[in-house]
């Protein structure tokens, strides 16, 4: 029982001789320290909450309109309505102090109003989404009621400096689209997917939906809708996520890469000390706002709810469903090394230790020659294992004593720091070498990534380093610019000296981590079979990481199409090689413009895009035809993309309609058949440049190779890409090894001929039908 008399830092005992207290001042102090700074902390979201109460306006305006209002009535004039004679009456006397609180609440008053019109002015101008059916072709001319939107928002959204949550509060609910026009929708995604037959009997399907559960079911949307912040995202967490069984491990979990045409640092110890200093120095801006709102076009805001959840927590297993825990402060990470699990302190004395004194904390965990207990080397196979079994197991070895004190620490952390003992390689001419670096962080070797944590940062013994996240607390785009954030703040903070080594000289002995302890005797046999499951799980998975530099977003943009539709397109040809027919395509998007919104799903596979597809594969099909198809198949995939942004996309609706069908206890043919139906092709574009750090012509090396996840059906492909500079993309490209079907080296391949195809179809068009070149005012040609 060491390990409990350690962890305990007061204790009180009688004795024949009288009272016996024994105190850890040390301990004590580590308390003392934590609670002032989460005192601190209370009042600065107090601070906050008031400034994003009001915003637009601005706080100390008050005192402005309340000089005013003293002003005009010592001046002898009325104040709007008479308020301050109105309010007078009602006070105990007419004396000075007690004219001054009638001007105070008159100002008040006033100041209130002024701020309520502002927000809801701001509110209902968000509303409208004209702005983005914009055409943004070269020469094209913006509607007058967009330019004069954008004139106010602008006015309103940027003329006082916004905190990360100032516009919750201006944000528009999630728009909930009727019953008839998602049945269009719907039915015209899948056209190419149907033959006539099928076609005509999801028509029926449709109709008999439409005209009889689903006026019932619209009918608890609706009312949800008006109750709800968000009609979507709660029902989303829950049954998508919270409620899924199947291991996190590359069934949901998902990664991110480091920069990886730059290394600013070959020392492990020295680079995973900077980069715990610049996440909690994240994760700070975060917990005081101060981290700057994304704005669309620099001055449409999305929403930042995700951001709450990006530290400090936890998905706690159930044996029916998950659920998310967030803890308010977290004063410790948790880092794994060689199958030890170490505690290390982040704090002294009120403030985050140093790069530096990480570093000597790092090193110590380098330098042990601690081995671990029984079965704790692969303790983290329980979070890659199936969710009811780990609940299980964790209810009944986990609940009390010092396995619980232990798990407890680490889903407390702030985040998990895994130091990997082998490097994490890249070479241009060893295609290899990083898709073995996308599989360590994908899902490691099973059992060295905590898939529970809200992330988990692993560490190369080369130093460099990468993440793996759990989805339920976010989508990517916020993982996306807390490590764009990083890798940017990693270079200009220029925090290595020449030998490698963070700057500066510790101030102190900082305190060495501590092993967690464990008692895993008993469930030996649970960890044992987790690790079966999860090395089966990682060996089932194939991955590949396609740079390609051939061309990227100059050529699309010379092309007048968006470099996201052409991508898509792309796919569409190179999966029907590869499979010989289409199949139902998903393609995340997000709704970030209303408050609490995630995503919703865009259907590439369209009417027009399989009409250029066959196109392609027909050789009697003229260049031009070609080309014009795939410029219709571009527009119809923005405008499909620009409708989910909107809130007007399919898949959200009729998965809400679902749920509420399943809380009624009614079957509905339709609903059961088109959510049963597999995306065999699930893609995702990983964000670039959400933070105006991002400067590539400053920092060309700064470069992340973007993330990917697992795929979704068992007998298809996920594949994420980032189009990271004007001749750089990058697609993570992943498949069961189990499914005769799919490759990732072969649909790789169908990627690059299928972009490589576009452009010469492009040049030859180009070449067919130059463009006249522009005249400058002096006559000379452009």
């Known amino acids: 029982m060491a390990e409990a008399h350690s962890a305990v830092a007061f204790s009180f005992a009688i004795t024949h001789e009288g009272f016996d207290i024994n105190y850890d001042h040390e301990v004590l102090n580590l308390v003392f320290n934590s609670g002032v700074r989460s005192w601190k902390k209370r009042v600065a979201r107090a601070r906050n909450g008031i400034r994003n109460g009001v915003y637009p306006a601005h706080i ?12 005009l009535h010592f001046a002898g004039y009325n104040a709007p309505f008479n308020l301050t004679n109105r309010i007078l009456v009602h006070l105990p006397s007419n004396t000075m102090n007690w004219q001054i609180c009638a001007c105070f609440l008159t100002a008040l008053a006033i100041w209130l109003s002024i701020c309520f019109t502002m927000r809801y002015t701001l509110k209902l101008l968000l509303i409208y989404k004209g702005w983005m ?24 959204s940027t003329w006082n400096k916004p905190s990360l949550y100032s516009f919750q509060g201006s944000l528009p609910r999630l728009p909930l689209p009727s019953v008839h026009d998602t049945m269009a929708r719907y039915l015209r995604s899948v056209r190419p997917l149907l033959d006539d037959a099928n076609y005509e009997r999801m028509q029926g399907l449709a109709k008999e939906f439409e005209q009889t559960i689903g006026r019932k079911l619209q009918l608890y949307l609706v009312l949800k809708s008006w109750t709800s912040t968000n009609y979507v995202s709660d029902w989303w967490e829950e049954y998508v996520y919270l409620r899924g069984r199947s291991p996190l491990c590359v069934n949901s979990n998902f990664y991110g890469t480091d920069a990886i045409f730059m290394n600013l640092t070959s020392i492990q110890s020295a680079r995973a000390a900077n980069v715990i200093s610049l996440l909690l120095n994240f994760r700070r801006l975060i917990e005081h706002q101060e981290l700057q709102p994304i704005m669309v076009q620099g001055m449409i805001p999305l929403c930042s709810w995700q951001y709450e959840r990006t530290f400090n927590t936890a998905r706690v297993p159930g044996l029916e469903t998950d659920r998310i825990v967030h803890y308010r402060d977290s004063n410790h990470i948790v880092v794994l090394h060689k ?3 170490y505690k290390m302190t982040i704090y002294h004395k009120g403030r985050i230790l140093r790069p530096c004194e990480l570093q000597v904390q790092i090193e110590s965990i380098l ?4 081995t671990p207990l029984d079965g704790e080397e692969c303790l983290a196979a329980l979070t890659a294992w199936n969710r009811s079994k780990w609940a299980e197991a964790r209810n009944t070895f986990f609940a009390r004593g010092i396995n619980h004190v232990s798990l407890h620490a680490i889903e407390s952390a702030a985040f998990v720091l895994s130091l990997d003992d082998e490097p994490f390689e890249f070479d241009l001419e060893r295609p290899e070498l990083l898709d073995s670096f996308g599989k360590k962080l994908l899902h490691g070797n099973g059992y060295n990534r905590w898939f529970d944590k809200c992330f988990t940062v692993c560490v190369g013994t080369n130093g460099r380093v990468g993440f793996n996240a759990e989805h339920t607390w976010s989508d990517a785009a916020i993982a996306s610019h807390m490590w764009e954030n990083l890798v940017v703040d990693d270079l200009e903070s220029d925090g290595y000296d020449e030998t490698g080594n963070t700057k500066g000289t510790p101030e102190f002995t900082p305190p060495t981590p501590t092993r967690l302890n464990w008692d895993l005797k008993p469930c030996l046999p649970q960890i044992e079979e987790a690790t079966i499951c999860a090395t089966k799980l990682v060996n089932e998975v194939d991955l590949r990481i396609l740079v390609h530099r051939e061309y990227g977003k100059g050529f699309m943009k010379k092309c007048r199409l968006s470099p996201d539709a052409y991508i898509q397109m792309a796919l569409q040809l190179a999966y029907y090689r590869d499979a010989g027919r289409f199949s139902l395509t998903y393609e995340a998007s997000m709704t970030r413009l209303f408050r609490e919104g995630r995503t919703e799903t865009v259907r590439p596979c369209t009417i027009e895009s399989a009409a250029w597809v066959k196109a392609m594969m027909d050789p009697s099909t003229t260049n031009d035809d070609r080309v014009q198809l795939l410029k219709d198949a571009c527009d119809r995939h923005q405008l499909g993309y620009q409708d989910a942004m909107c809130g007007r996309g399919i898949d959200r609706h009729l998965f809400c309609l679902y749920v509420v069908s399943k809380y009624l206890e009614v079957d509905s043919p339709f609903l059961n058949e088109v959510l049963s139906e597999p995306w065999r092709l699930s893609t995702s574009q ?63 391949n169908n990627i690059c001929q299928a972009l490589a195809d576009i452009r010469s179809m492009f040049e030859q068009h180009m070449k067919d039908h130059p463009q006249p070149a522009k005249k400058l005012t002096n006559g000379v040609s452009k």
Not at 723 to 742: D, R, V, W, Y
């Open 686 to 748: 990983t964000p670039h440049g959400q933070t105006p750090k991002m400067d590539l012509k400053k920092h060309p090396n700064c470069i992340s190779a973007g993330g990917g996840f697992g795929p979704v059906a068992d007998d298809g492909y996920g594949v994420s890409y980032i189009i990271a500079g004007e001749n750089l993309m990058f697609f993570h490209i992943s498949a069961k090894t189990t499914c005769p079907q799919t490759d990732v080296h072969r649909f790789a």
């Open 367 to 370: 330098e042990s020659k601690a």
């Open 60 to 71: 100390q305006s008050l005192w402005l309109i309340t000089a005013i209002a003293l002003g």
């Open 133 to 156: 059916y914009e055409s943004r072709a070269p020469g094209s001319r913006v509607s007058l009621p967009t330019i004069l939107w954008v004139a106010v928002v602008r006015v309103l």
């Open 339 to 341: 199958g030890c699990y």
